[in-house]
Each structure stands twice: as C-alpha cells, then as structure tokens.
C-alpha cells in the first residue's frame, strides 16, 4: 500500500483540529422529524416513548465515549460536551462529529423496538445531523446550554398551548396560531389555566427542562466545594499529567451514568456536581 504512484492524493484532506483547550459542542439534529413524527403517529406535543429513546441512545453514546462529560437533549437534538482537555481522534472535526452521529443513530435504531414494540421501523430510517463548536470560556458553555435549555422551555409551553386548543379546545391550527400571536409565556400560562384547568408548573419535568446525561458520582452540598469554578480561570496548568488522565479516564469510565431533567441554568446544578466543568 505504502507509496503507490496515487498516495498523493492524501494530500488533498483538509486538516480540522479543533482549537484546543476549549469546550468542544457536537450538537446532532434529527432529519426532517416533522415527518417522521407523523408518519409513527407520535403524540403531540411530546411523545414520551420519542424521548425516552431519544436519552436511552445518548446514555450509550456517553457509556460508548467517556471523553463526553455531560449531555443535554430536547426534541430530535442532544448536545455532547467533550472536556476541553479531550485529545480523542486529535480533535478532528469530522471524526468526533460523524461518531458521536453514527454512534447515536445505531443505537438510535437498534433500540427502536424497546420504546415502540408495537412500530416496525421502515425505510426513509431516521438520520442526523451534527456539527461541532469550540467554547473557550466555562461561562460560553454554561451559556451554551442554558440556551438550549431556555429554548427547550419556550418551545414547550407554546406547544403545550398550541396543541391544548387544537386537542381540548376543538381549533384547527390556523385559529391555534392566530390566538398565540404576539402573545406573552404570561398569556399562555394564563389560557392553560384558565381556559383548560392546566397548571402549566404540572406539566412533566421532561417536556418543561428536557433532560441531561451525566456520570454521577457523590454529590457536594451547596457551599462546600466551589474551587472547580475558580480555578478554571486562575491557576490551572493548561496540560494535566498523563497518569491524571489516565485515573480520570478510568473513573469516568466506571461512573454510573444517568438521565435526569434539572435546571442547568442556575448555578447549583452544576455546584453539587464540580467534576462535571473541572
Ligand atoms: P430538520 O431536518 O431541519 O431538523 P425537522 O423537521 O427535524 O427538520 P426540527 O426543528 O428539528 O425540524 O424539529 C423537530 C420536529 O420533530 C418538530 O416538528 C417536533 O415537533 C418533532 N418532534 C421531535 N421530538 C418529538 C417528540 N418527542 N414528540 C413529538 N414530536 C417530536
Ligand atoms: P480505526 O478506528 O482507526 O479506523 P480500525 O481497526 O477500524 O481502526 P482500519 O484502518 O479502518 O482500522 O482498518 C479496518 C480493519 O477492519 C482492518 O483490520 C481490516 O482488516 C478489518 N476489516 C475491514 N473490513 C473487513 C472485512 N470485510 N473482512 C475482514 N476484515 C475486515
Ligand atoms: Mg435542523
Ligand atoms: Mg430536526
Ligand atoms: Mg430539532
Ligand atoms: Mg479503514
Ligand atoms: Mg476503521
């Protein structure tokens, strides 16, 4: 194989290393979900069978690459957070991205049958899409996903709201469209409440926050331990020693890892659980 007269054509691959020491992002996208949605008859607006598979692939996707710390995942998308020291297939973007995105839709479709026994999947099969961005500061990442997490919300309750007047309220979806226009989180609360009897603060936890997957280890109380944050910013060598890794490695590996549905906007999620950023 070794200098054939065609190896120059290696050449021609761009390199795409993504910056090190930075917070890489792959976020994967399910393709045209809209019809795919309909055409298994999913509830609207949340199927939780959907979601449920949806957090069973990303939890194989974090068991299968423990260079991931901690995923968010609302609708057809999850976020992947790699560690800024993460040096897997050197940090090349197509590698990491079209991993983690053949990873999840194998187990994606391999794990259909669990979460809908009664569907039998069929081609068009369903497929993602991935792209990867750097974060360079801890505050860009915890931005990052509290603005996935505000979008899980926002969206939420207006197609709580939406799909309550089509569903309870008889309209079809222009007369549904045409009462939310223009109107306030406020508004909508206050048409669930008092046009439908729903406490929108009722809905599950799954639909309002979406779900995170982590490696859990014991939690810190509140107060106790908030050196992780800090020292990000101040004294922390950029290279941690190749054993340290190694540990790391080896007790992220064995964490247990799991799918909950918490606030990640506020600070104390992320307080109780400093090996997640540190
Ligand atoms: P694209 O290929 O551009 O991503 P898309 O149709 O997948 O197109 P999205 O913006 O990703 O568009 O929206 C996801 C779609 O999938 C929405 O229509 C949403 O209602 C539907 N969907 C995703 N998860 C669920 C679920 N658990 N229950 C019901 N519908 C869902
Ligand atoms: P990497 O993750 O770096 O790609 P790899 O083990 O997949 O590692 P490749 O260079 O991609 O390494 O080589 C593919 C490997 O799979 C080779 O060991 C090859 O012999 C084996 N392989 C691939 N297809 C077949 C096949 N049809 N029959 C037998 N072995 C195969
Ligand atoms: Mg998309
Ligand atoms: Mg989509
Ligand atoms: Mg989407
Ligand atoms: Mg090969
Ligand atoms: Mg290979």
Redesign the pocket.
């Known amino acids: 194989m070794a200098n054939s007269k065609f190896e120059y054509v290696k050449q021609f691959e761009q390199p795409d290393q993504l910056l090190p020491n930075t917070w890489i992002v792959v976020r994967i996208?399910?393709?045209?979900?809209?019809?795919?949605?309909a055409k298994y008859s999913?509830?609207?607006?949340?199927?939780?069978r959907?979601?449920d598979l949806?957090n069973a692939a990303a939890r194989a996707v974090v068991t299968d690459l423990p260079d991931i710390t901690i995923a968010y995942g609302v609708?057809?998308?999850f976020s992947f957070v790699l560690h800024k020291t993460c040096t897997l297939f050197e940090r090349r973007a197509s590698k990491l991205v079209s991993t983690i995105v053949s990873t999840f839709t194998g187990h994606y479709i391999y794990l259909w049958s669990t979460y809908f026994p009664d569907m039998l999947l069929s081609p068009p099969l369903p497929s993602f899409?991935g792209r990867a961005v750097c974060y360079p500061s801890l505050q860009n990442l915890r931005d990052y996903m509290s603005w996935r997490q505000v979008d899980c919300h926002v969206n939420n309750l207006y197609?709580t709201t939406f799909w309550t007047l089509i569903q309870l309220g008889g309209m079809d979806t222009t007369e549904a469209e045409k009462t939310l226009n223009g109107t306030f989180s406020a508004d909508k609360n206050e048409i669930l409440f008092s046009k439908f009897s729903i406490n929108y603060n009722n809905e599950p936890e799954i639909f309002k926050k979406g779900s995170v997957v982590f490696r859990d280890y014991e939690l810190v109380e509140p107060g106790t331990h908030n050196v992780a944050v800090e020292v990000d910013n101040i004294a922390e060598p950029v290279q941690q020693s190749k054993s340290q890794l190694e540990n790391d490695k080896k007790k992220r590996a064995k964490a247990r890892i799991v799918v909950e549905h918490l606030d990640i906007i506020k600070d104390d999620f992320w307080d109780r659980r400093p090996w997640l950023l540190s």
């Open positions: 996208d399910g393709r045209g979900f809209t019809k795919f949605s999913w509830e609207k607006p949340n199927d939780k959907a979601l949806m609708s057809d998308e899409d197609n």
